[in-house]
């Protein structure tokens, strides 16, 4: 093992850290493949290598990439079913944060991708890698890595904005403002007079009715379910602005929103895990964080 190659490995391991993170969603998960990214790379033959940065950025990629294919076979994801939590635990602030800094809607749009598109369009389009060197990451041409690429970009962006979306971005941003912050008047002020609010059994605390009608019953539960807005993103879901709310980047809930006459008209809240997997999740175009 060379000096040179310890000393650029410790001043890149957070880059390499923040390619695994986007790339696998997970912090543990990035760590290891780090980590096992040291292991490979300490190795290895790099006579011919003149830009060690990239060179671990790509041994750190294939590492990621036999990770999400691994997954895929096994039919994981980044989080098991029984730690779906709605709030994230105190030993995960340092996940917490990179999701927050990546975007947890993000990490949610990125997890629908399969392998190699995750893997294309984080490098392309996060690090800029060159689609030549990305082409020998997935065992594809570099045309054809590009295709991938812009295939990922089509599944995470929701295409053109429009006044409609601009207005029920407006909505749901108020909203999500309000439910943060147990703001009554401000929620009431975006919900109709006659709001529903409808909810599959496992995303609501037991006891809880599925379905709640009127502005009052709806403000009163948003304001004691606040945690949960804290950890929620917009989205465009099924072609029209809601929410995810995903601690640690992870899905839990999905809440699509309906829209009457200026304001919020009612809302559905799944959670059910076949439910989230048939929803469309994108980003919405120019809809940051809220």
Known sequence: MSTDLAVRFEADRE??????????????????????????ASRDDRRDVRNLTGWLTTVTARECLDVLRSRKRRGEVA???????????????????????????????????????????VLHDVFAVPFDEIGAIVGRSPVAA???????????????????????????????????????????????????????????????????????????????????????ELALIDGGIGFVVAPRGRLVLAVVLSYANGRIGGYDVVGDPDRLARLTIRLPEEAGNA
């Open 146 to 232: 590009k295709k991938l690429a812009s295939r990922a970009r089509g599944k995470v962006r929701g295409g053109e904005a429009s006044g409609r979306l601009d207005e029920q971005r407006r909505l749901a941003a108020a909203f999500l403002t309000a439910a943060r912050g147990g703001d009554v008047r401000g929620l009431a002020a975006v919900l109709a007079p006659d709001v529903v609010r409808r909810a599959d059994a496992v995303a609501v605390p037991a006891g809880v009715p599925g379905e709640i009608r009127g502005v009052d019953a709806v403000v009163g539960e948003t304001v004691t379910l606040a945690a949960r807005a804290r950890a929620a």
């Open 15 to 40: 880059q390499l850290r923040g390619v695994a993170f986007r790339i696998l969603g997970s912090l543990d998960d990035a760590d290891d493949a780090v980590q096992r990214a040291w292991l490979k």
């Open 79 to 121: 989080l098991a079913d029984d730690e779906r939590a709605a709030d994230p635990a105190p030993s995960a602030e340092e996940e917490v944060v990179l999701a927050e800094s990546v975007g947890r809607a993000m990490l949610v749009v990125l997890e629908r991708l399969v392998p190699a598109e995750r893997v294309a369009f």
